[in-house]
T-cell receptor, first 111, second 114 residues
Framework: SQQGEEDPQALSIQEGENATMNCSYK?????LQWYRQNSGRGLVHLILIRSNEREKHSGRLRVTLDTSKKSSSLLITASRAADTASYFCATDGEDDYKLSFGAGTTVTVRA | EAQVTQNPRYLITVTGKKLTVTCSQNMNHEYMSWYRQDPGLGLRQIYYSMNVEVTDKGDVPEGYKVSRKEKRNFPLILESPSPNQTSLYFC?????????????FGPGTRLTVL
């Protein structure tokens, strides 16, 4: 069953603006990961945040994790046309190696 | 280059004609998994394997079979495909040496069942 739910489902922004998307999940986790998918292609891992971390940065990406609220956010700063993609959060449960994915947020960056 | 490969990338078939989608990884990963992706539903796990000869059902296993005879290969078998199995399929692998690790995805197989 799906663990994570992303919000919003779709996001359209101007190039140079920041994009923020959120993920909520239901059960305790070991870590939370974000993936990007360009149209019809395989998913690419972006960033992983452990359950004992609150914030992590990677280039223009910033991820936060609030385990008390069971939520995470992904911020993409200074967006580019190449950031147009779908973004998925995935949670790693405490009891197994199964990654559970949400339905994703589709981001469109307008030139 | 570390990668997960899938074949074929595109397949159109007819109801009831058995097919196999191959998946191979060159990273010596223990854990492999199959997902299907449908609009609005995200990725749903079909089957997974923790290691050779160890497989288990995911969230949507009906109509699918898998096998794990070798560490690098994890084929997905549709014994009697039906139109509701038309979907985009992804194979993925990850190391199970630690709990903090990423999953690597194949490029996807777009299957149409007529």
């Amino acid at each position: 069953s799906q663990q994570g739910e992303e919000d919003p489902q779709a996001l359209s922004i101007q190039e140079g603006e920041n994009a923020t998307m959120n993920c909520s999940y239901k059960t305790s986790i070991n870590n939370l990961q974000w993936y990007r998918q360009n149209s019809g292609r395989g998913l690419v891992h972006l960033i992983l945040i452990r359950s004992n971390e609150r914030e992590k940065h990677s280039g223009r990406l910033r991820v936060t994790l609030d385990t008390s609220k069971k939520s995470s956010s992904l911020l993409i700063t200074a967006s580019r046309a190449a950031d147009t993609a779908s973004y998925f959060c995935a949670t790693d449960g405490e009891d197994d190696y199964k990654l559970s994915f949400g339905a994703g947020t589709t981001v469109t960056v307008r030139a | 280059e570390a990668q997960v490969t899938q074949n074929p990338r595109y397949l159109i078939t007819v109801t009831g004609k058995k097919l196999t989608v191959t998946c191979s990884q060159n990273m010596n990963h223990e854990y492999m998994s199959w997902y299907r992706q449908d609009p609005g539903l995200g990725l749903r796990q079909i089957y997974y394997s923790m290691n050779v000869e160890v497989t288990d059902k995911g969230d949507v296993p009906e109509g699918y079979k898998v096998s794990r005879k070798e560490k690098r290969n994890f084929p997905l078998i549709l014994e009697s495909p039906s139109p509701n199995q038309t979907s985009l399929y992804f194979c993925a692998s990850r190391s199970s040496g630690g709990i903090y690790n990423e999953q690597f995805f194949g490029p996807g197989t777009r299957l149409t069942v007529l």
